[in-house]
């Protein structure tokens, strides 16, 4: 709509005003909020009309895309950074008011009584579940070219997180709708977050893999879109330093997930279709679904409207701390302090070592896992006051301690698991603690910084985050009987890990610690330097004793039993230095691959019963 132009404030920028001619009225409106927000030097070096006219439009219709993705338009993007950034300059801390203390909640141990109930329990709920994985995000501190679910998540069989999260998703949709009374059969939803820097090879990765054997109707792409970069106290836009017809964007953080299922309207057709919970993940942490089923068995018994998983955590490690907040006028509430600032809120309340361990050996605030567990109804309700907003928060890189100048350029962020802020005392909220070994290892370091990480501090790493699995499995086959021998020590990219062996299965064939029992039986021993992978619903392990490579596959309709010595060269592991460009990105930063000398492997495609023995 055209406006009266106001002349002085264009007179002040020449370089702007004598362009003015190639504007829309639309365009003309956009720059006076950029005048009237201190933006002026957006056109310093703009040439005069005529030259590089298109990409001047160009550069209006990114204005224009970034006012309409923001709540409030651009004026209130800069007003709100302005603000945050004199706060963080002055070092105002944002919990003021609040102290901190150690919260209470349930802790599950893996194999036990409860843990087994709350996993059964929590399988009956999985079709009342949807699923949704933020993963928008750039991965800057892993530096990997690629997009981090593509990423093996081990690499015995190369499968990568995507498509374990999916399998691991009808798993539970399976097991669940198996038992259901009514014997309907529904299928989990599966929403993934992405970001321009993730969307099209999310989308492409989905594709040519036929979706990994999910409906593609049962998936739903949910796109960010970045916020504009700020490069000084004063909130002005950063500009491209390669194009300054545009300006520099970043993502918002992952906090975006919840307007954006606001406004997608899924949430009322999940509550139509009887669904009851939501449960929010993270890109690379493949423990994850190990977790799952006995936590959402607790949101269920405990009726949590917020569940938020978490681990014992590390002094100074760089997760979340769940901590209890109490308010000066009495307010309290259970919620995430992030890594960062952790630390300041308890110098500042009474605790002058900050984050440091305590007798345990561990943080006393749980290490929060960002795995929330929402109650839908109540979701809905809380989104339908607040849109879906959540509280930001800017955390820029000084150059100095004059904070007058940022390392790079910075925005404003949120995160999901802010979420709880805005919500009544009323509210139920709690948290799940977990073992670290059971449910956490996400890959999130490069190998440089991961061998910088002090000692006893976990790397998450690539390569730890894949050992990990190793380890995991191990450890629930010892747990259900197996001898698995233990680990060796070694050091893979600068970085000392467990190397347990390489055991694997797929989500089918052992979902829960009960399922995974009943397929064990006997007396069963692994050596530390056997693979075994079992990619079949139906293999049972009886007597067997492995030593060497074993990889079997079959169909449902095969019953397959794996007993006996099996014995072979089996498959070694050769280090490998993640500067050696020669080898492929995902392999190198893991800091070994397989020499795969000899095994076992078997493929059962007919239905029938079979035996594996050597
Ligand atoms: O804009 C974004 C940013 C991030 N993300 C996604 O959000 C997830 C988390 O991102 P990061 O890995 O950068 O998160 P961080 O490691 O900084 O911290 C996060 O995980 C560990 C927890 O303890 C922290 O509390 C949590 O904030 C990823 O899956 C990422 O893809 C988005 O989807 N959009
Ligand atoms: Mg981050």
């Not at 829309?24 to 957006?42: C, F, M, R, T, V």
């Not at 029992?517 to 006997?522: A, E, Y």
């Not at 330097?529 to 060497?548: C, H, P, Q, Y």
């Not at 460009?581 to 000899?598: A, C, L, Q, Y």
């Amino acid at each position: 709509m055209a406006s009266t132009v106001d002349s002085n404030i264009f007179s002040s920028v020449p370089a702007l005003q004598s362009n003015l001619g190639i504007l829309s009225p639309d365009q003309i409106e956009l720059a006076k909020i950029l005048l009237e927000n201190g933006q002026s030097h957006l056109f310093q070096q703009w040439p005069q009309l005529g030259v590089d006219d298109k990409q001047k439009l160009d550069f209006f219709d990114q204005i224009a895309r970034l006012n309409s993705s923001y709540p409030g338009g651009l004026a209130a993007y800069i007003k709100t950074a302005k603000e945050l950034l004199a706060d963080s300059k002055l070092g105002k801390n944002p919990y003021d008011g609040f102290s901190p203390s150690v919260p209470s909640g349930e802790n599950l141990t893996f194999g036990t009584d409860n843990f087994i109930e709350m996993e059964r329990k929590g399988v009956v709920e999985a079709r009342n579940a949807a699923f949704v994985l933020v993963a928008g995000g750039l991965g800057e501190r892993l530096g990997y070219n690629g997009i981090k679910v593509a990423l093996p998540r081990e690499t015995t069989t190369g499968t990568c997180f995507l498509q374990h999260y999916i399998e691991s998703i009808l798993a539970l949709q399976e097991a669940s709708n198996k038992i259901a009374s009514d014997e309907s059969q529904r299928d989990i939803p599966f929403i993934i977050m992405t970001s321009d820097d993730t969307h099209s090879r999310t989308l492409e990765l989905l594709e040519l893999n036929s979706y990994f054997g999910m409906k593609p109707t049962q998936v739903h792409l949910l796109k960010q879109e970045k916020v504009a970069c700020l490069d000084d106290n004063d909130a002005r836009l950063a500009l491209d330093p390669h194009n300054k017809y545009s300006i520099q964007t970043k993502p918002h953080g992952h906090g975006d997930v919840h307007s954006l299922l606001y406004s997608s309207g899924l949430l009322h057709k999940w509550l139509d279709a009887g669904l009851k919970w939501v449960l929010f993940f993270q890109d690379t942490n493949g423990l994850l679904f190990n977790a799952i089923p006995a936590s959402l068995g607790v949101s269920a018994t405990k009726q949590y409207h917020v569940n938020s998983l978490a681990v014992p955590r590390k002094a100074k490690e760089a997760i979340g701390g769940i901590t209890k907040l109490t308010h000066v006028d009495g307010r309290s509430m259970v919620i995430n302090v992030e890594y960062n600032q952790l630390d300041p809120l308890l110098r500042a309340s009474g605790f002058p070592d900050g984050d440091v361990n305590c007798e345990t050996g561990f943080s006393p605030f749980p290490g929060n896992i960002n795995q929330l567990i929402l109650e839908l109804g109540p979701y809905k309700d809380e989104l339908q006051k607040t849109g879906g907003a959540i509280k930001e928060f800017v955390n820029p890189k000084y150059k100095d301690s004059t904070k007058t100048a940022f390392k790079s350029s910075t925005r404003l962020e949120c995160m999901m698991q802010d979420y709880p802020k805005t919500l009544p005392p009323t509210a139920r909220v709690g948290f799940t603690v977990m073992d670290i070994w059971l449910a956490y290892a996400p890959v999130k370091n490069n190998p440089e910084d991961a061998a910088k990480v002090p000692k006893g501090n976990p790397y998450h790493s690539a390569t730890s985050g894949e050992m990990a699995i190793y380890r995991a499995n191990s450890l629930i086959l010892q747990k259900a009987g197996v001898k698995v021998e233990e680990p060796v020590k070694q050091v893979l990219n600068g970085q000392e890990v467990e190397v347990w062996s390489r055991i694997t299965w797929k989500p089918k064939w052992g979902m829960i610690f009960s399922d995974i029992k009943k397929k064990v039986s006997g007396n069963c021993e692994v050596s530390q330097r056997s693979t075994m992978a079992i990619k079949g619903r139906n293999v049972f392990i009886e007597d067997l004793s492995l030593d060497g490579a074993l990889i079997v596959d079959s169909i449902d309709e095969a019953e397959v039993k794996l007993g006996g010595l099996i014995k072979n060269n089996g498959w070694t592991m050769e280090s490998v230095d993640y500067k050696d460009t020669s080898v492929p990105e995902e392999i190198r930063i893991r800091g070994f691959r397989f020499n795969k000398v000899e095994q076992l492997e078997k493929n059962f495609t007919q239905p029938g019963k079979f035996s594996v023995e050597d």
